[in-house]
């Protein structure tokens, strides 16, 4: 699957409004400042994964979302529409492994110090 090359952003906010002359200098709210409820955060995001699954739909995949019911880490597989066969996952089952592992293994060394 190929995908756009992105230009990168500066993560550093503006220090003024930039305001056309004649035109109101009202501030506008950050969208860090904005309070979403999550009810809306959860609408906005099934909306989001809602286009990302029609935009792979038309380029012949198919993106499942699910939690790992070990880890409890979301994870995103992208299929083959025609074959169903994984192309990729994310985190990929390595990844989960080396975590249900380290899960499994945490607490069991103690570092004591005299």
Do not use: C, K
Not at 68 to 73: C, E, F, I, L, M
Not at 86 to 105: G, N
């Amino acid at each position: 699957m190929d995908t756009p090359a992105v230009s990168p952003v500066s993560s550093t906010p503006a220090t003024e409004p930039v305001v056309s002359p004649g035109a109101s200098a009202a501030p506008t709210p950050h969208a860090a400042n904005v309070a979403v409820s999550q009810g809306e955060q959860r609408q906005r995001m099934a909306a989001v994964a809602q286009q990302l699954r029609d935009y792979l739909r038309s380029n012949g995949r198919d993106l499942e979302f699910r939690v790992d019911a070990d880890t409890d880490a979301m994870v995103i597989t992208v299929r083959e529409a025609a074959s169903g066969e994984v192309i990729r996952q994310i985190p990929s089952e390595e990844a989960l492994q080396m975590r249900r592992y380290l899960d499994e293994w945490s607490g069991t060394f103690l570092n004591v110090t005299t």
